[in-house]
């Protein structure tokens, strides 16, 4: 179900780096222990076929990742909002993270400094709904 001639252009993981790009900041649910938790993210890179989230390892968050990997990202964009459920695959690769530095060179510096590592991870089995208040816009697989 697509209402957007341009959205058949797109591959599905497509459209979801497009909406993230659009609502620039986006929301990244996990769980701790039983109780949800949610913080804004602003970084992703789609490359090769994978949409990447990267955080540091030193963070709660990414221990909540480690112990459940079933998450959830919510984005909004005008009278639209996104979900975009998962599991997270954790990937350890030197290349990608050059591709980071690149794009996000301040940040990396920081981590650089400060002898931190950013754990970078791609949603497994993923799903995506796209929503206006009221109605389902879009539903897909990812």
Known sequence: MTNNKEDTTM???EKVNSFLD????FYFL????????????GFHMLD??????GCGTFKNVFSQLMKNPHVEV??????EFMRYDGTVKIVKDEALLEKVR??????MSLYDK???EMGMFYLENGHAE?????DLKDEFDV
């Open 11 to 13: 591959t599905n993981i």
């Open 102 to 107: 690149t794009a996000m060179p301040q940040i």
């Open 130 to 134: 796209i929503r206006g208040m009221l």
């Open 74 to 79: 919510l984005a909004a964009r005008g009278n």
């Open 30 to 41: 996990t769980i701790d222990g039983d109780k949800p938790k949610g913080r804004p993210f």
């Open 22 to 25: 659009e609502a620039k900041t």
């Open 48 to 53: 090769d076929g994978k949409l990447y989230f």
């Open 114 to 116: 400060n002898g931190w």
